[in-house]
């Protein structure tokens, strides 16, 4: 493995690692989200607009580093 692809893999783990906590911190200690109102506290909101973020930031980062780390195994 080349280190740009490690780089990209633990980049990549990262970020969908913050949102997929963000995402949990919703649901456990921010209150919860109603189908019709969103999270109940500033907090909540927060954490969603912050798993929105990452986690297809995060997604699209490991895929790239699977693609990439595929790559790399056919040279």
């Known amino acids: 493995m080349q280190p740009d692809t490690r780089k990209l893999l633990r980049t990549g783990f990262l970020i969908f690692g913050t949102g997929v906590i963000a995402a949990a911190l919703i649901f456990t200690s921010f209150g919860g989200i109603t189908r019709h109102q969103g999270p109940h506290t500033n907090l909540g909101w927060l954490s969603l607009m912050l798993a929105m973020g990452c986690l297809p930031t995060g997604f699209l980062t490991l895929l790239l580093a ?4 595929i790559g790399d195994r056919h040279r």
């Open 66 to 69: 699977a693609v990439k780390l």
